[in-house]
């Protein structure tokens, strides 16, 4: 993918991000995820079911990478089980980290691919995920 | 002006982020190496000659800070490690013993975390009450505000001589003239205030002032707490240990040191205080009339630069210190910083600590610009060319 279409998807996902609402009922799971460096602060929702992830929403105030990335996270998990969550968001760990990563299973969220060069913003890409994967460690307790 | 005497500014880097800290002068960096490589000994223990070279040196920090903000004596001036330590102090050790369930403390929105949450934690504890002066359309704080606020329970104002955020000058010395008359005690957080004003605590007659360091040429992991004396000989000492007591045998037979010793107890931040020292000299050599004159001038010239700009939002048009916030339009101010980051220019993005301003201000972000003296007319020329660019922005931001 190259570097402009990345930036196309990145931007299209910040201006219209995906399931930007807050959830308030009951079945939702709400987690907040934040940055201690910044000021990325969003809330997510969830809704399991069983060990699909049926539903996922989010609100709060956060810069483009975050936001988008939050969307990107929506576009692609919402449906999958747990595990398969769990397995992707390692996979894109390892790529915001420069380690091997299986490419296929992150979709557009490769859109990322280049932001271990970028110290400051690897935490606002991985916001969404840190805030999904504890949600789901939780569930699996 | 004085660029030639910062190391850090010999890199291509536009520094506007003084709110958060200030460069170091080399000659602040060159007294602290010349400490921990030919002196480093602890303070009082001044039987052997490179001790008693710590002591003086020390000391003679304690008298350029009694001369800089004109205290009445030395016994006033206890080094902390900093503002935030300084108020915690303050709040904890004087007023925590001193209020009670009902009494008041007035405070802004606009207050720095470290002047809210220590009082916080007293509402908690003692059953006090934490009122807020409302601020004006400017959010600045008015006298008549503070009268209208002050009730008969009301016994500190707690107040920031300078806000982080908006940037306002308080009117301290007719808020402590009317506190005073109604048995009321003044706390300035002077952070933001003593690196950029001229600060008096004898005219402006504050009963307690904190203020850190690093924000004035000096290094960071020092500050001070100002205290007039009456007030801080009853000042209970939150650390206990060594150098601030002089005999001990048993829980009932504790006897600490006099003032300013005993609220400085353990191994100080000798470097650092020498350091604190050092960054006096400095400021006092360049003269104060001359850092405010060119913060002045140096912050209309931006504004006059911004004003014109339709997608940028300035919050503080007003305001009398080096210190504006703003917001582009529809662009998270986070990204604003990253785009200017490109460009090696530092500013900060966020809350600035001032995490309840939201409620009077609306807008819970800003993009900060914050100046010193050694900032040019060339570097807001710089900025302000990136910022009128509403597409580059856009497009650079990510």
Known sequence: MDSETKRAIIMENYMHPTNRKRMEEEEYLKVNTNNASCIDNIDIYIKFKDNIIEDITFEGEACAISISATSIMINNLIGKTKEEALKYIANFYNMTNNEEYNEDLLKEGVVYSDIYKQGNRKTCATLPFRGLEKAILESLK | MNRADFPLLKQDIIYLDNGATSLK??????????YYANYSANAHRGDYDLSFKVDQEYEQTRELVKEFINAKCLEEIVFTSGTTESLNMIINGFFGNLLEAGDEVLITTSEHA?????????????????????LDSNYYVTMENVKKSITDKTKVISLAGITNVIGDIRPIKEITKYAHDHNIFVVIDGAQMVPHVKTDVTDLDIDFLAFSGHKMCGPTGVGVLYGKKEL?????????????????????????????????????????????????????????????????????????????????DIINIESDSGIVAFNVNNIFSQDVAYYLNKYNICVRAGNHCAKILKSSVGVTNTVRVSLYFYNTYEEIDNLVELLSDYDKIVREMI
């Not at chain 2, 002068?25 to 010349?34: A, E, L």
């Open chain 2, 114 to 134: 470290s002047n809210v949450l220590p009082w916080f934690r007293l509402v908690k504890k003692l059953g006090i009450k934490v009122n807020y002066i409302p």
């Open chain 2, 232 to 312: 801080l000989e009853h000042l209970e000492p939150i650390n206990l240990g060594g150098g601030m007591n002089e005999s001990f045998d048993s829980p009932d037979t504790v006897y600490l040191k006099p003032l300013p010793t005993r609220l400085e107890a353990g191994t100080p931040n000798i470097a650092g205080v020498i350091g604190l020292g050092e960054a006096i000299r400095y400021l006092n050599k360049i003269g104060f009339e001359n850092i405010v004159k060119e913060e002045h001038n140096l912050r209309k010239y931006l504004i006059d630069k911004l004003l014109p700009l339709k997608h940028i």
């Open chain 2, 25 to 34: 002068p080399k000659c602040v960096i060159d007294k602290m190496n010349d």
